[in-house]
């Protein structure tokens, strides 16, 4: 059968708590065999695709918290440590020196964003946005798993029908070999009425095998679907599948559509990303804006080269002479001794502890940075924002389109496949008149076994038919009803 379409999402790894409720929740009734029901319900929540798109979901709602956080002021902290070698600034006294020395500097900075044109408040917004749309995700992901569950149920069913038919022809086929072969050895037929069924035996072995391998592939592909290990016991509930002539289709494509538009969580999301991108549009705006923001620091340093000075002393190394002039025109000197002194530092090791408690720096103030020119970044990135706004607006009128596609190609299969029904209903009764006529025939030696088969295969033919006509009609009847928002049911 026909396969719905879906995205294609990268497969994260599974977390152990997801393994464990995973094995936990196998085999819901312990006996092996799944309803659609129960189906439906463990792959909407075991699937490997829902199962990423929740995660997904959390990644959403991380952004909306870090966004709320991003309000708050800053903390940072911080702190170096240098060997220095030559000639080096002293941090300490900032005196230039020359020599071997140990260096240190600790640091702790806050700001506060005060005004960013607005981008904080608007990213908080479009996480919001986000995140509602990364809900509605989820549950577009547990349709789309609903979906494939119920497609792969009915191919399952559609298989067995096929299983039960190969295997009613290749009986009726033994039948008539074994009814053939009493009437060759009474001398009725020839040997090559035998020889004929024989091979017509042969093949419809053949067919039988084919319909089983399909029946087992289409096993293994809900089995996938809802995460199981292949090799556990894994058997589906057959019900009772109405005839299509018994349920004709009444609701217009159009109401189906007008139904689905205000219920399906694809569209909803898709519409909330357009609401997004108008958010992204107005954080883009707001780099044209200034930006003001507070800021505050403290830091403190030691150097091994500064001594902890606790005094000075006046140290006198003999005199000197000085001459001044009693008159201006210096014609009269007069010569006095003056003592040659200095001031020395008396000091003492400085400890680490002690030099950075006592050389604590601090500073606050307030910063403004004004956007003049930046390689037109901003507008930039605007356009950018712009685009990205027309494309969520396109994604939306994409998705309703594919939508109204969808359930308008639904109804118009679902009609062609209950015409082609009562078509092949009909053809059947047809087939199996005349089937049965040729079993006579064959019998009473009127025809051969070669017009034999080709009226056994026109039966088979029309059987098919008729199988795959019903099965297809289910599929899409289940999958209007699902897009009128009801529960998939048999």
Do not use: C, H
């Amino acid at each position: 059968m026909k396969k719905m379409s879906k995205k294609l999402l990268l497969v994260i790894g599974l977390s152990l708590s997801g393994m464990y409720g995973a094995v936990a929740q196998q085999d819901p009734n312990g006996d092996g065999k799944w309803s659609l029901e129960e189906a439906v319900i463990y792959a909407r929540e075991n699937n490997l695709n829902v199962r990423q798109s929740k995660l997904n979901q959390r990644v959403s709602e991380i952004d909306v918290k870090q966004s709320k956080f991003e309000r708050l002021p800053s903390l940072n902290a911080g702190g170096n440590y240098t060997f220095n070698s030559g000639s080096f600034q002293n941090p300490v006294t900032f005196g230039l020196l020359t020599q071997n020395a140990q260096t240190a500097s600790i640091q702790a900075n806050s700001s506060l964003p005060v005004f960013s044109g607005f981008q904080q408040v608007n990213q908080i917004k479009q996480n919001l946005l986000e995140l509602q749309a990364s809900e509605l995700d989820y549950l577009s992901a547990q349709n789309e798993a609903t979906i494939d569950v119920v497609t792969s149920y009915l191919n399952i069913l559609f298989v067995k029908e096929q299983i039960g038919l190969a295997e009613l022809q290749r009986e009726l086929t033994r039948q008539q070999l074994d009814r053939t072969r009493i009437l060759f050895e009474a001398g009725t037929l020839a040997e090559n009425s035998v020889l004929d069924l024989e091979s017509q035996l042969a093949t419809d072995e053949l067919d039988l095998i084919s319909v089983q391998n399909q029946g087992d592939i289409a096993r293994l592909g809900l089995i996938q679907l809802l995460n199981l290990p292949a090799n556990q016991s894994f058997e589906i509930v057959v019900p009772e599948i109405p005839e299509p002539d018994q349920n004709p289709i009444l609701v217009s494509p159009n109401q189906v559509y007008d139904v689905a538009v205000q219920t399906l969580p694809l569209v909803k999301a898709t519409d909330l990303r357009i609401l997004s991108a108008g958010k992204a549009l107005d954080v883009a705006r707001g780099a044209y804006y200034p930006r003001l923001s507070l800021f505050a620091g403290i830091n403190s340093r030691y150097s091994n080269t500064t001594d902890f000075v606790i005094g000075r002393e006046t140290v006198v190394d003999g005199f000197r002479e000085q001459t001044f002039f009693l008159d201006k025109d210096g014609r009269e000197p007069f010569v006095v001794f003056v003592p040659n002194a200095s001031i020395k530092e008396i000091s003492e090791s400085y400890p680490i502890i002690d030099q950075f408690k006592d050389l604590v720096g601090k500073q606050v103030g307030v910063s403004l940075q004004v956007p003049i020119f930046n390689g037109l970044q901003v507008r930039s990135g605007v356009e950018r924002a712009k685009v990205a706004q027309q494309n969520a607006q396109l994604n939306a009128e994409i998705t309703r389109n594919n939508l109204r596609q969808t359930i308008e190609q639904a109804y118009v299969d679902a009609r062609a496949a209950q015409r082609r029904y009562l078509a092949a209903k009909e053809q059947v009764a047809a087939a199996q008149k005349n089937f049965n006529n040729a079993q006579l025939r064959l019998n009473n030696g009127i025809i051969n076994t070669i017009e034999y088969n080709i009226v056994a295969n026109s039966l088979r033919s029309a059987q098919s038919s008729l199988i795959q006509a019903k099965y297809d009609y289910f599929f899409k009847e289940k999958v209007l009803d699902f897009y009128q928002g009801e529960d998939i049911s048999f």
